[in-house]
């Protein structure tokens, strides 16, 4: 109806909740009264633990950038030229074929290049691919957009590899788009160079783009080293999303980045590089000061630092593989090879008075103080998602509270 040359238009009620909002919910049940301390392993932010933290170098960058009072007003709306540069350059460091500042615009975290990506490739009826289990802020951003998602499954028993037949299965002439979350969140997984290759092929024969989302870039410490999408440049046209937020322990300094990797120049005709641009026109992106910075810290952060972090991830989840085996109503599928969590099945037979993920969660954080993330909010109804970036006592105690958890609730027949 119209009123005044306004138009009224319904729009249907947004169903998915985000991570941060289910775990608000969470943490809302938690019984104070019960002496216990709050141990959340349900978010991806390592920095509220002592272990994880960023390079010297990394604050003192923000401070010299801040201090020099060069940086105080607004930025380009694509971001600062040198920001652009520095991160074109680190990115092409592990593809066959160079970035230039122009492939690159500068995002609020990787939140805000996940909106920008489906923005630009929403019409009217299409659809887009999204990994099941996978994370929600996809679901919710082509909400807004009345851009129709479709799930294909990873397979927990192949390492969550993609089912590539149900991708091909789930095209049509309407879909734009296949999202590929690697390192895996949240599933912990690290795609081989092969399995990466078979994906690129399959989205050329399908025509559609990838859109990668690396947030965990390099974040790998098993079998498979870190192979970024964009390899596969020339196959198939690539959104790679990313941020400094996981690598360099910063997700409060909101710096990330969309980038067209595209050597066959698919997104580099005018008129796909000006809608882009305009679109970047009305957003926000982080602060002059911090981009300002990322040139130096991408360039001085020393090796030592990365392989910190590495060895402290592998070790933490070793623990946490180790520490679930103890609790028989919860099981571990594949071993995490990368990222910061780790998906668990859980088994309800195994308990008495527990109906499913999201009960299970919400009484564990009241009974214990203990936060997971019920499967369902990634997609997976009765698994349980488990952030292991936690100093190793903190998880120790964590999973020892799981396991007394899991005691009091389990059936008479499973303590027999």
């Not at 997976?380 to 006592?393: Q, V």
Request: with cysteine; proline share 6%; aromatic share 10%.
């Amino acid at each position: 109806m119209e009123n005044g040359g306004v138009v009224n238009r319904e729009v249907e009620p947004v169903s998915t909740i985000t991570i941060k909002g289910i775990l608000s919910l969470m943490m809302q049940n938690i019984d104070e009264e019960n002496g216990k301390r709050v141990i959340s392993l349900g978010m991806g932010d390592p920095t509220a633990y002592s272990c994880f933290h960023t390079t010297p170098m990394a604050g003192e960058a923000v401070v010299d950038a801040l201090q020099s009072e060069k940086f105080n007003g607004y930025a380009p709306t694509v971001g600062l030229l040198q920001t652009r540069r520095a991160i074109a350059e680190y990115l092409s460091r592990d593809i066959p074929y160079k970035l230039s500042p122009d492939d690159v615009f500068i995002t609020s975290g990787c939140t805000q290049a996940i909106d920008v990506s489906l923005a630009m490739l929403a019409y009217p009826g299409a659809n887009i691919l999204l990994p099941r289990p996978g994370f929600p802020i996809y679901e919710l951003c082509a909400t807004f957009r009345f851009l129709e998602f479709r799930y294909f499954d990873l397979l927990p028993e192949k390492g969550w590899e993609v089912d590539l037949d149900s991708v091909e299965a789930l095209a049509d002439q309407n879909t734009v788009a296949i999202v590929i979350i690697n390192p895996g969140n949240p599933c912990g997984n690290v795609y081989s160079y092969q399995h990466l290759k078979k994906i690129a092929e399959t989205a050329n024969k399908l025509k559609i783009v990838v859109i990668a989302d690396e947030v965990y870039g390099h974040l790998a410490f098993g079998a498979n080293p870190f192979v970024p999408m964009g390899v596969f440049g020339s196959i198939v046209p690539v959104l790679t999303l990313g941020s400094i937020s996981k690598r360099w322990i910063v997700p409060g300094w909101r710096l990330g980045w969309f980038v067209t990797s595209d050597p066959s120049g698919m997104f580099k005709k005018p008129k796909i590089v000006e809608r882009i641009k305009k679109y970047f026109d009305i957003l926000g992106g982080p602060a002059t000061f911090i981009q300002a910075a990322v040139p130096h810290i991408i360039e001085h952060t020393d090796e030592i630092f990365f392989k910190k972090t590495l060895s402290i991830l592998k070790q933490t989840s070793d623990l946490c593989c180790e520490l679930i085996k103890d609790i028989p109503c919860i099981t571990c599928p594949h071993k995490p090879e990368g990222s910061m969590a780790v998906m668990v099945k859980l088994n309800l037979s195994y308990l008495e008075d527990i109906s499913d993920d999201i009960d299970f969660c919400f009484r564990l954080a009241k009974e214990e103080s203990v936060i997971v993330l019920p499967g369902t909010a990634v997609g997976l109804k009765n698994w349980l998602r488990i952030t292991f970036a936690a100093d190793p006592s903190s998880l120790k105690e964590a999973l020892g509270r799981i396991k007394s958890f899991y005691q009091q609730h389990a059936k008479l027949t499973q303590t027999n």
